[in-house]
Nanobody, 124 residues
């Protein structure tokens, strides 16, 4: 399985951005997929996840109400819509996937697969 993120760039405080993750190597009907991020000097943290089959979504408290995760079954792609971005959202964003649903709603989630990361920088 390979994951490839796209969409990261420099934006201004309050702007929006959409990140995408394109997956290959398997069908994802039984997967949990999502996003983590890692800011400079900080540990990687859970951002959001979605269960491919049911569409159930989960968010960290820091992004709830501003970010939205979705998936496109036909394209093996999932996206993260980031609205009302703040400087503290600056981080490398990683997409992730796992066949297990264990703890897929928090930073305790241990995905099977990771993307290489895409940089999001929010300027004040």
């Amino acid at each position: 399985v390979q994951l490839l993120e796209s969409g990261g760039r420099l934006v201004q405080d309050g702007e929006s951005l959409r990140l995408s993750c394109t997956a290959s190597g398997d069908t994802f009907d039984d997967y949990a997929v999502g996003w983590f991020r890692q800011a400079p000097g900080k540990e990687r943290e859970f951002v959001a996840s979605i269960y491919w089959s049911s569409g159930n979504t989960y968010y960290s408290d820091s992004v709830k109400g501003r970010f939205t995760i979705s998936r496109d079954n036909a394209k093996n792609t999932w996206s993260l819509q980031l609205n009302d971005l703040k400087p503290e959202d600056t981080a490398v964003y990683y997409c992730a996937a796992s066949t297990s649903y264990s703890r897929t709603y928090s930073s305790k989630w241990n995905p099977d697969y990771w993307g290489q990361g895409t940089q999001v920088t929010v300027s004040s």
